[in-house]
């Protein structure tokens, strides 16, 4: 009875124990539950944040998503975790260089940036202030963002800048070079009354030390639609002159078909006429014959009379009106060919004008580089004829560039003008003066000694020396430098013109103001 109340007493005591150990173990198994629930959400939420970064670990996140859920022990869960966090790792490794990279992209960026010229000046010390700032290293992707945002602020506030001060293209030097050719262009070209005022403005334009590629561009264009509209005109006139000349010659051609037709109408006339009075006066020598009455032989004479002066008459009525035809014909052909004379003169006329225009340098009124070619070709065959002296002289004034530049371009102008007629009032007759482009001259002087032509050309630049140049109240000498060559037997003419040239070269380079013959 002892004994089984002490195993009763032991198994109650095995039952709590049990129940205690059991209660243990469902509250562990809770604790695991949550744990692993604690695990799972994390990995959920770590998949959250890594997604997209690399394909590796989000399928090695989703791998262990589903098997947590699985795994009997925590411990199980380990490898996986160990794969999560080296793949973490490498990601962070990765993350990093990225924004390294990036960072010295930024920096490259500002550094472009910092070039810009025209870029105001308080964005150029923001830029160099973010530069700095640049130098920090970046620790996650939020600091990289807002950098980023910042640079391209700055490359919007530049562009502002240059929308609103719309900044011209820089003028370089070939720009000024194409402004200089146009206005040697411009003065060699004879624009119409009309186009002149805006001819002049374009030049001042040109002369300026402001003008903009766009003012260039626009002078260009400006100077080409005056030069088409020209050529245009001349065209239409042309056209015109043709009209008229084949309008008179159909009229002539129609006067003459029509004189043609009336003279072959008048010959049928005539012959009929002829054939009549020829069977007239042979029926006047048959009615004769048989005739032995002479009252009767007056009578058929004075008939056979009266129808041949009938006859005759109309012959003279055919005839006249024949010549008034004709005189009428005449009297067309000449008004029309008059007419188409005198268009034709005044188109000559104009022709010649316009000729004369294209040979005449607009600003000195002398003969402009075309003409001067044209001289020199006429000069050089007369040359090769009679062998006498014949000399090319090339005369450039000093320092001319430093007169536009402190006296402006209109005195330049002037000064041109004036140097212009000193040089063609220096010289006779038979002698020539051309404005060959800027401020050169060729001079082209004939039948002159050797002994003699350095003289005459001292003369000349004396006589420019002295020309009393006043410009703001300032007494301004103006010289210029001359080189010549006379022609030798054998040369060609531009050869000679080639050494002129170098001469004049010479003459510059001895400290101007001189003449030097070749
Ligand atoms: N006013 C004016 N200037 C002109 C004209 N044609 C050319 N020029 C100017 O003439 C000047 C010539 O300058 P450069 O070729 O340097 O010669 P420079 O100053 O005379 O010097 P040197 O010839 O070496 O003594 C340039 O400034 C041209 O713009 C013109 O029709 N009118």
Redesign the pocket.
């Known amino acids: 009875m002892k004994d089984s109340n002490a195993t009763v007493s032991q198994l109650g005591v095995l039952k709590q124990k049990l129940h205690s150990t059991k209660a243990a173990l469902d509250e562990m198994n809770e604790d695991r539950n949550a744990k692993l629930q604690a695990l799972l959400q994390f990995i959920g939420h770590l998949s959250l944040a890594c997604k997209g970064q690399s394909l590796e670990l989000d399928n090695k996140l989703a791998k262990l998503r589903h098997n947590l859920g699985t795994y009997e022990r925590i411990d199980d869960v380990l490898p996986d975790l160990v794969d999560v966090e080296r793949l973490l790792k490498g990601q962070y490794h990765h993350v990093m260089g990225q924004l390294e990279e990036g960072r010295s992209s930024l920096s490259k960026f500002s550094r472009q940036l910092q070039r810009v010229d025209s870029m105001p000046e308080r964005l150029k010390k923001e830029v160099s202030y973010f530069k700095q700032e640049l130098g920090k290293p970046f620790h996650t992707v939020w600091d990289y963002i807002p950098k980023v945002e910042q640079l391209v602020g700055f490359y919007e506030q530049l562009l502002e800048s240059q929308f609103e001060s719309e900044s011209p293209i820089a003028i370089l030097p070939k720009h000024r070079q194409l402004g ?1 050719e146009l ?2 262009m411009i ?1 060699n070209i004879e624009f119409r009354k009309d186009q002149r005022d805006q001819v002049l403005v374009i030049k001042e334009l040109l ?1 300026s030390t402001e003008i903009d590629v766009e003012a260039l561009l626009e002078a260009y264009q400006t100077i080409l639609s005056l030069l088409l509209d020209n050529i245009a005109r001349e065209k239409t006139a042309s056209q015109e002159f043709l009209f008229a000349l084949n309008d008179a010659l159909s009229a002539v051609r129609e006067v003459v078909s029509d004189s043609y037709n009336q003279s072959q109408r008048s010959h049928q006339l005539k012959s009929q006429l002829n054939r009549e009075l020829n069977a007239q006066v042979d029926n006047v020598g048959a009615s004769l014959v048989d005739i032995d009455d002479i009252t009767e032989l007056k009578q058929q004479i004075s008939e056979q009379l009266a129808t041949i002066r009938a006859s005759l008459a109309r012959k003279e009525a055919l005839e006249q009106r024949e010549q008034a035809l004709l005189r009428k014909s005449i009297e067309t052909m000449r008004k029309e060919l008059n007419d188409l004379s005198s268009e034709a003169t005044t188109y000559k006329e104009r022709l010649f004008e316009q000729q004369k225009l294209n040979m005449l340098d607009t ?1 000195t009124q002398l003969p402009n580089r075309a003409a001067m070619e044209e001289r020199m070709e006429q000069e050089y065959r007369h040359f090769q004829r009679n062998k006498q002296p014949l000399w090319l002289a090339v005369a ?7 007169i ?1 530049d402190s006296f402006g ?1 209109t005195t ?2 002037k000064t ?1 003008q004036v140097i212009a007629m000193a040089l063609k009032n220096s010289l006779r007759d038979t002698e020539f003066v051309a404005r060959y482009g ?2 050169e001259f060729v001079l082209i002087i004939p039948d002159v000694s050797p002994k003699d032509i350095e003289q005459l050309l001292n003369r000349v630049r004396e006589k420019i020396k002295n020309i009393p140049f006043k410009f703001k109240n300032q007494r301004i000498t103006v010289t210029v430098s001359i080189g010549a060559a006379q022609i030798l037997d054998g040369e060609h003419i531009q050869e000679t013109f080639e050494r002129a040239d170098a001469a004049l070269y010479k003459a ?1 380079h001895e400290s ?1 103001d001189r003449v030097i013959i070749d």
């Open positions: 200089h206005a040697q003065s002369a600003l450039d004034i000093d320092h001319f560039k430093s536009n371009h330049g102008d041109l800027g401020e510059k101007r």
